[in-house]
């Protein structure tokens, strides 16, 4: 997300607290290795979720969000085929939703997939009134068992108009504080990773803290740089879906 801020304002300062909070959808799809993969389907119309390196937004034609991916690829000509990258639950989502056929880049987030099934019918049988709200980085079997999928902030917005007073939520549970803040009155419930660890927590972002967030302000480092050409390039597919976003 700091790389995005950088393409899209490349004359403004982009700090990140701690250089080393990726993502996985991200270090799982090298530049490199994607452009090899690009190059087998010299046809394909080359859709990559924000959640990946600029040097794979370089690669691409459009970039979308959990938010709008399914209406910008309903956008994409019947005859042209899609490849979608990098994450694959996501994909996986998109397409029974869309219909389209998509071929996929094999990434997937840690945190998503590591909820479990079993925990989830166990919180099912203990509160069945909860309605379950998921996110669609997460494998099909769990969002097979969810009443509402979508982006976090649909997340948000969807605790927020159901008549449902209780949720179990399945995505990266950091989302809970700001439904607890804004929704005090109603439940929230967190479900587990296998064999309940605590996994589904991003370690990644867990690496920004309040501490790093000061430091970097004080010394104005580390910053976000990029090499030019990669950023013209990462700009354009930013551009396609600022175009094709309602
Ligand atoms: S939860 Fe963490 S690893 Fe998963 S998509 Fe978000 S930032 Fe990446």
Redesign the pocket.
Known sequence: MAETAKILCPEKTVLIPDEDAG????DDCPADEFAKFRNKHPDHFVVSYI?CTAAVKAQSDLICTSSNAVDLINQIPKSMPILFAPDKNLGKWVKKQSGRELTFWPGS????ETFSEEALLKLKLQHPEAEVIAHP?CESNLLDLSDFIGSTSKLLKRAELSPAESFIVLT?PGILHQMVKKLPQKKFIDVPGIDGCSCNE?P??RLNTLEKIVNCLEEMKPQIQLEEEIRTKALKPIEAMLRMSK
């Not at 993502?23 to 991200?26: D, N, P, R, S, Y």
């Not at 987030?109 to 998503?112: E, K, L, N, W």
């Open positions: 993502c996985t959808l991200a959640n987030c840690i945190v998503h980085e990266e991003c990644y972002m």
